[in-house]
Structures are given as C-alpha cells and as structure tokens.
DNA sequence: ATTTTTATTGAGACTCTATATCATTATTTT
DNA sequence: AAAATAATGATATAGAGTCTCAATAAAAAT
C-alpha cells in the first residue's frame, strides 16, 4: 500500500492510453517525497533544485494527471493560487486554518462519514468525496484581529 | 435581521474609517437582489445591465470589503475562478456539487457545530467559521464519468 | 531490430483573474 | 466654505494556468 504510488499511477495512465515518462516519475517521486501542502510553482522550484528539468507545463499537465487519479488533492487556495497535498496512503483528513499565522492543522473527526452517508441518501447522489476547511484563531494569534 | 443588511456594511465602513459612496450602495443591492451563486464579472455585468457604472476595480474592491464584513462569504472555486453569495439573513449552509452537471445543492447537517466545538476544545482555537463541500453525481449523471 | 504511430515535451505566447497605480473626483470633517 | 483624505475609473501590471507547435520519445506494429 505505501510506496505503491507508482504502481497506481502508472495503471492509471495506462488505463487512459497515456504514457510513463521520466517528467512523470520525477514529479510523483517529488510530491510523495515529503508530507506538506505545496503549490505548482513550489514543486517547479524543488525539482529544479534536485537537478531534475521538467517544464512548467509539464508540471501543471502531471498535476493535474496526479489529482484525476486521486493520487493528489487539491486542498484549499491561498495567496490567489491553489495548494496540493499527496492522499494517497493517507487517511482523509480536513484542515483547521488560522486565519493569523496561517498556520494549518489537520484533523479527522469522526461526524463527517454520517454527513456524506445522510446527504448520499437524501439526494438519490453517489458522494465521492468531501472537502472540510475550519478557520478561526490558534491560540498564539487570539487578540489580534484588528 | 433581513433587509438590514445595508445597515450593517454602513456601520462597518464607518467602523473601519471608509466612506459610504453610490458605488458600495449599487453593488450591496445587487449582491442582495437575488439568492444565487455569482462571480465577480457576472455581478459587473448585471450592474451595467442595470444602466448602473461601476468600475471593474470598484467591484472587486467592494466584493473584497463585503466578505471582510461577513456579509458576503466565498463559496467556491469553479472554472479558475472564486464565486460568492451573500450570507447575512441567511442560516448557515453548506454545497453538494455534482461532478457531471455542476448543480449545487445547499444542505445544512447538524454534525457540523459538533464538530466546530470538539476542534475548539481540542486545539484551543476561535472557531469563526467553516466551509464544506461535498462532491459527488447526482441521480441524473450518474454512470457518465468517462 | 526497424519502422510507424502517436503521445509528450519544452519554450514561449497567450488568456484570464485580480490587483496596483495615479490623476481626478467625491465624501467627510473642521 | 475650505481642508483633509478616501474612492473612483482608466489603465497598466502581476500572476496563475493553459495553449500552440515543432521536435522528441514512448509504445505498438512489422
Ligand atoms: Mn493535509
Ligand atoms: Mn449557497
Ligand atoms: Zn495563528
Ligand atoms: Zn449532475
């Protein structure tokens, strides 16, 4: 199940009649590499940094590969752009934000399967999937709203 | 409570030090004349419909300091771009998206508050606020994922 | 192994959303 | 009425993300 990433996804783009390619490899080596919510130009930056040339629109093209198959999510946007973060031999989880430092804590809590389940029943819908953002103020940043 | 919104954004400008201008008038009327989802562009051009000129910049500075005064809240992101409703006088809601179709249907579930107090406690935050988005297809589109 | 087919790549142009600039105008205060 | 200052609109600018297209490379066919 871990580190099988490559497996998925290379099933994937078979599936789609897509190729394996060495762009491809580095970016699903790069965004399964650490834990962390990341951003296109971010991941451009890191593989630059390793020595690897993959174009930024291959890196916007992968992406947008990565989240199709549900090997990525698209988390929230910040700073007028959107953020990611590898799912994939994860547990789902949501995200607490303070809307101070910014800083993001994740969470899982165990109310939103019975959300998902009520909503699917109610509306004749086949539910995939859920996206939860909490914002407020941490503890450090209380107090200084102004 | 309803209609009172205009009220509330004078007392906010005023609080903050801005002024009240036919501009901010125009377009907190039009955000308010109907219950939908709307975009920044679609709410320009409703206003020129209108016969009412309002810049683009006056728009986008206007939505900026509605949301900041929570009268306005950012719904979603759909097509590269952010999309708003007014939420004052309204309950707290949340949006079930089709994937196929893009219908949105707005739903409330009571596990939500629950689940704002048990992150309260447990990460000594402020809870402002939430947004959930659940996805899924509906009856009529289900089956056409390809 | 070679050839053929066709998807992918990279560079840069381009689109679109949103913000910044700034001279002019309007609101608010004195 | 005058002074102070915030807002407006036109336009420029920034930034995220997509598109184009010739060259290349992966996969399939021979
Ligand atoms: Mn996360
Ligand atoms: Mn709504
Ligand atoms: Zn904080
Ligand atoms: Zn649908």
Redesign the pocket.
Known sequence: MAGDEEQVFRNF??R?????????KAVLREVFAHHDHF???ELHRRLRARGL????????????LLVESGLVAEVF?E????HYEHVYGHEQHSHLRCLGCRRVIEFRDEALPGVEARLAAAHHFQVTGHKLEVYGWCAACQGKEG
């Open positions: 783009l078979a789609k009649g897509r190729r394996w390619t060495p762009e491809r951003d296109a130009e040339t993959v174009s930024r629109a291959s890196v916007y093209r992968t992406l947008g946007v700073d007028g752009h959107m």
